[in-house]
């Protein structure tokens, strides 16, 4: 855990932020080249790239507010817009992003469909860096286990004269747990490293993207039903292993499986419609043949 990475006088460089950037510049790298090899300007891409990203941003913590009313108040107006301190649900990005691209694409007269199949593929690996920053920060934790490759939290900071204010899982466990303390223990209980999980399957699933992309690609705009799809089946199951209490429904489902669920609806849904389309368009060729 390293939430801060260097601090000077009023300026700090949290982990967070920084991984955020790091894979947003590595994804728009990876989007342009592409792009460009495509035939769609990658300047185009670089204009709309800046204000996508604040969209998303914008509507992860949005959502993030709506699941969690209780960790925002009036009387910390700066604590609502604090994202360098956590506060970030994924799913909340796409519609807003997805959004602006569109409108964007019809600005700058590229084709939607294929700057998404540009794009989508590098979305992962963007967010693995953002796992990488959950990791460091402490947030997104797992729930205990015992298996050998379990990771513990530490007790920040170490003197215990001072009270314990980071690793959310070390407080978490201290308050939940007996036989474990603030006053006399430096680390937390071994818990599941599911931002790891997390980091190797969103690299995974970006590599799956990016090969279906340029060797199979059945129709334009595929990339963006089979990331919905795969990212929801994934992202549920690793949510069974989390431990950092999200909001439940309907008993024992998370508020984040519900979004799941949504995710591989609209999937579904959009790959049947794509493919309908993209049939329906190669139907007159195949009768003039």
């Not at 700090?12 to 300007?41: C, N, P």
């Not at 204000?51 to 969690?68: K, P, Q, S």
């Not at 569109?102 to 794009?119: H, L, S």
């Not at 849904?269 to 309908?276: G, S, V």
Request: glycine fraction near 10%; proline fraction near 7%.
């Amino acid at each position: 855990m390293l939430p801060t990475l260097l601090k000077i006088g009023p300026v700090t460089l949290h982990s967070y932020g920084l991984m955020i950037a790091l894979g947003f510049l590595a994804a728009l790298y990876g989007v342009q080249r592409d792009a460009e090899k495509r035939g769609i300007d990658p300047q185009a891409i670089q204009n709309m790239a800046f204000w996508a990203l604040l969209a998303g941003i914008a509507g992860t913590r949005v959502l993030h507010i709506i699941m969690f009313p209780s960790g925002y108040s009036w009387t910390d107006p700066i604590g609502w817009l604090a994202i360098w301190r956590g506060g970030l649900v994924f799913q909340g990005a796409l519609p807003l992003s997805i959004a602006y691209v569109y409108f964007g694409c019809r600005q700058y007269k590229v084709p939607f469909w294929g700057v998404v199949d540009c794009a989508i593929p590098y979305l992962p690996m963007a967010h693995a860096a953002g796992r990488v920053g959950c990791l460091l920060n402490g947030c997104c934790y797992g729930a205990r286990t015992s298996l050998p490759w379990g990771i513990r939290f530490p007790r920040v900071p170490w003197n215990f004269a001072e009270p314990a204010t980071g690793s959310p899982a070390y407080i978490d466990h201290c308050e939940r747990y007996s036989g474990l303390s603030m006053t006399h223990d430096h680390w937390s209980y071994a818990v599941h490293p599911t931002q790891i999980y997390g980091i190797i399957g969103l690299l995974a699933l970006c590599g799956i993207l990016l090969y279906w992309r340029n060797k199979h690609l059945p129709f334009d705009g595929f990339t963006m039903p089979a990331y919905l799809m795969l990212y929801a089946v994934g992202r549920f199951f690793i949510e069974f292993l989390r431990g950092d209490h999200n909001p439940t429904v309907f008993g024992s489902i998370s508020q984040q499986q519900l979004f799941c669920f949504v995710y591989l609806a609209f999937g579904v849904t959009l790959f049947l419609i794509l493919r309908q389309y993209a049939l329906h368009k190669a139907a007159p060729h195949a009768t003039r043949k």
